[in-house]
């Protein structure tokens, strides 16, 4: 295994659990889980310098649950929101920014991937400034209820396996916008393979986050 690559894993985010607007102007769900990811990953110039470079963004099965696509509404201003539509729209626009990056970085020796990492319980419910105390402790326990009904829950290093994989494992190292689960390729949601919307989150995205030329690397 040769892990003598520039890597970048996006994994940072939330579940928030009512809408809530950053002080730039964007929903905190999408902020935390795409528009960080997006704005990092532009302006890491040294993933080109360094390649091979690999580029994993933590998705979730989550984004099959998004049945629509605004590109002009990622921030919920018309839809109408809640909060499992917004991580299921920000999980969609992970797999959706691995499939452009793949895309606009083709040939050059970077390359992307998206996954799920499972039902994995750590504390990113814990970490959520809007949500009420009893929301917390409702999820956890959800999740605890899956693991009575033998619905696989995994703990932290068990969820970790597939990010892994993707980041270092030769077996996919020719591969770029493809989407995994349990350390293999797996099809990801129509929409999630729909170029368009790809190319079209891509712009909403520089737009939302104000991306400058200077910051563009990509």
Same mark, same amino acid.
């Given at each position: 295994m040769d892990v003598?690559?520039?890597? %970048?894993?996006?994994?940072?985010?939330?579940?928030?659990?009512?809408?809530t607007l950053t002080e730039d102007g964007l929903e905190l769900t999408m902020q935390s889980n795409h528009f960080g990811h997006f704005l990092? @990953?532009? +302006?890491?110039?040294?993933?080109?310098?360094?390649?091979?470079?690999?580029?994993?963004?933590?998705?979730s099965n989550g984004h099959t649950w998004a049945t629509k696509f605004d590109?002009?509404?990622?921030?919920?201003?018309?839809?109408?929101?809640?909060? +499992?539509?917004?991580?299921?729209?920000?999980?969609?626009?992970?797999?959706? +920014?691995?499939?452009?990056?793949? @895309?606009?970085?083709?040939?050059?020796?970077v390359t992307a991937y998206s996954l799920h990492p499972g039902v994995v319980m750590t504390e990113i419910i814990l970490k959520d400034?809007?949500?009420?105390?009893?929301?917390?402790?409702?999820?956890v326990s959800f999740l605890k209820f899956l693991s009575v009904l033998f619905i696989p829950v995994k703990n932290p290093e068990e969820g970790a396996q597939t990010t892994i994989y993707c980041?270092?494992?030769?077996?996919?190292?020719? %591969?770029?916008?493809?989407?995994?689960?349990?350390?293999?390729m797996v099809p990801a949601s129509e929409a999630g393979r729909n170029h368009s919307y790809a190319a079209k989150l891509w712009a909403a995205s520089e737009s939302a986050v104000n991306l400058t030329a200077q910051e563009a690397n990509i």
């Open positions: 003598s690559h520039a890597l %970048q894993i996006n994994n940072a985010g939330l579940l928030a659990s009512k809408k990092l @990953t532009n +302006m890491l110039g040294l993933l080109k310098a360094g390649a091979p470079s690999r580029i994993v963004c933590v998705s590109p002009e509404d990622l921030d919920f201003h018309h839809i109408p929101y809640s909060s +499992m539509k917004a991580y299921a729209l920000s999980k969609l626009c992970n797999v959706l +920014m691995a499939g452009e990056l793949s @895309t606009r970085l083709k040939g050059i020796g400034p809007s949500s009420a105390p009893f929301w917390k402790i409702a999820l980041a270092v494992d030769d077996a996919v190292a020719d %591969q770029s916008g493809l989407y995994y689960s349990d350390c293999k």
